[in-house]
């Protein structure tokens, strides 16, 4: 059984950064993929960032590009220039034996982690 605990969040100022990690269990250590999204109150859940084992691609969502890196195993979300507009719970997200290129709907993973609070305030 494949599991996703988050950790890393909470309160930084604008500017600031923030790495996220995603500890995974029980998955298929050369095809799986993982994702993160993030949902802010109100809004839907936006996907941030993938990484997949099976071609070590990795895809950014534009809100996030030159902001945010995820490491090539995806375990990992470095956000740096945070703003405002970056508060939200984040997720990281699994589909286990993936055998294509993730991708950034929230309808390509099944597996989620519980979620992390980060608040970007001065």
């Known amino acids: 059984q494949v599991q996703l605990v988050e950790s890393g969040g909470g309160l930084v100022q604008p500017g600031g950064s923030l790495r996220l990690s995603c500890a995974a269990s029980?998955?298929?250590?050369?095809?799986?993929?993982i994702g993160w999204f993030r949902q802010a109150p109100g809004k839907e859940r936006e996907g941030l960032a993938c990484?997949?084992?099976?071609n070590s691609r990795i895809y950014y969502a534009d809100s996030v590009k030159g902001r945010f890196t995820i490491s090539r195993n995806g375990l990992y979300l470095q956000m740096n220039m945070l703003k405002p507009e970056d508060t939200a719970v984040y997720y990281c997200?699994?589909?286990?034996?993936?055998?294509?290129?993730?991708?950034?709907?929230?309808?390509?993973?099944?597996?989620w982690g519980q979620g992390i609070q980060v608040t970007v305030s001065s």
């Open positions: 997200a699994a589909r286990n034996n993936a055998y294509r290129a993730c991708g950034l709907f929230t309808f390509e993973y099944d597996i």
């Open positions: 029980g998955l298929n250590s050369e095809y799986h993929y």
């Open positions: 990484s997949s084992s099976s």
